[in-house]
């Protein structure tokens, strides 16, 4: 059965630092999304894709964040110079079309911790 | 603002038991609700999704219902086995280009 998938499960790095965190969706999925769960709270939206731009994005999502689709398999999330707060479990997601009428299927997520 | 609540927070049953797991939204303008497991330190693993126009949805032991007027969903688990132990996630997808927005979750412990 086709899945999301996420590299890398696990990423450490010092305040400050760049990350890019790598997904690659379901091949026929047209809409891809960030969330991302803080330990112990909800899972809360970051962006969501389509057509190589962002269709919508949240209060959270500021210029610190930036999303790319650099080729025909892979979707990334950069956060350009982290901070403390941002250490939380990152989930990818694809839905085969957006409006709410299709299931949306989450990758396993990256854990960052930012130190 | 849509928010959504899920009751209880954590539930112990012993193994065989049928429970019952509660959500509510407060904006019921909402395209669907989709019910969710995540295991400790997992990701999310899709159980049912149901339309706003469906009354409910059934894959194997679990029975999800959804009453959009008011603002509820219930997932009904049967039978009750110590794999299901998990936390169970629900999530509302509003009118227009929302996006997902999840309640806290139950945590749920099937004893054997």
């Known amino acids: 059965e086709p899945e999301v998938t996420q590299t890398p499960s696990h990423q450490v790095t010092q305040m400050g630092q760049e990350v890019i965190l790598r997904c690659v969706p379901i091949?026929?999925?047209?809409?891809f999304y960030w969330y991302r769960q803080i330990l112990g709270q909800k899972v809360e939206f970051l962006v969501s894709f389509y057509n190589n731009e962002i269709s919508e994005k949240s209060e959270i999502f500021d210029d610190q964040f930036s999303v790319e689709r650099p080729d025909g398999s892979n979707f990334t999330l950069k956060i350009r110079s982290t901070k403390l707060e941002d250490s939380a479990m990152y989930f990818c997601a694809s839905s085969e079309w957006g409006q709410g009428a299709y299931e949306q299927y989450f990758g396993p997520g990256t854990r960052l911790t930012v130190t | 603002k849509q928010e959504v609540t899920q009751i209880p927070a954590a539930l112990s049953v012993p193994e065989g038991e049928n429970l019952v797991l509660n959500c509510s939204f407060t904006d019921s303008a909402i395209y669907n609700l989709q019910w969710f497991r995540q295991d400790p330190g997992k990701g999310l693993t899709s159980l049912l999704l149901i339309q706003s126009s469906q009354r409910e949805q059934t894959s194997g032991r679990l029975n999800a219902s959804l009453d959009k007027s008011s603002g509820r969903s219930t997932l009904y688990i049967a039978a009750s086995q110590p794999g299901d132990s998990a936390t169970y996630l629900c999530?509302?997808?509003?009118?227009?280009?929302?996006?997902?927005?999840f309640g806290k979750g139950t945590r749920l412990s099937v004893i054997a």
């Open positions: 091949s026929n999925h047209l809409y």
């Open positions: 999530a509302v997808w509003n009118s227009g280009n929302t996006p997902l927005v």
